[in-house]
């Protein structure tokens, strides 16, 4: 009978340095993104037919779809 095979343990190593920076960066700017827009969003309360705010807000908006895209 065939002997059984209990537990293979593989170790790749690799260094991740550039991608934990890479990652911090990005962390870093949805967050700075994200309070940007919660900016707007208050500002859009006050005065919810401001054009500006509003075609900022779409501005953001599309940079925080394009982070979360570059973090993916």
């Known amino acids: ?26 962390d870093s700017s949805v967050k700075s993104t994200q309070k940007q827009l919660k900016d707007v969003d208050r500002l859009l309360k006050l005065d919810p037919k401001n054009t500006e705010l509003l075609a900022q807000k779409q501005k953001l908006l599309a940079q925080s779809v394009e982070q979360t895209n570059k973090k993916l």
Do not use: F, Q, Y
Request: proline share 0%; aromatic share 0%.
């Open 1 to 26: 009978m065939a002997d059984k095979i209990r537990g293979i343990a593989i170790e790749i190593s690799g260094d991740t340095s550039k991608l934990v920076k890479s990652l911090k960066d990005v």
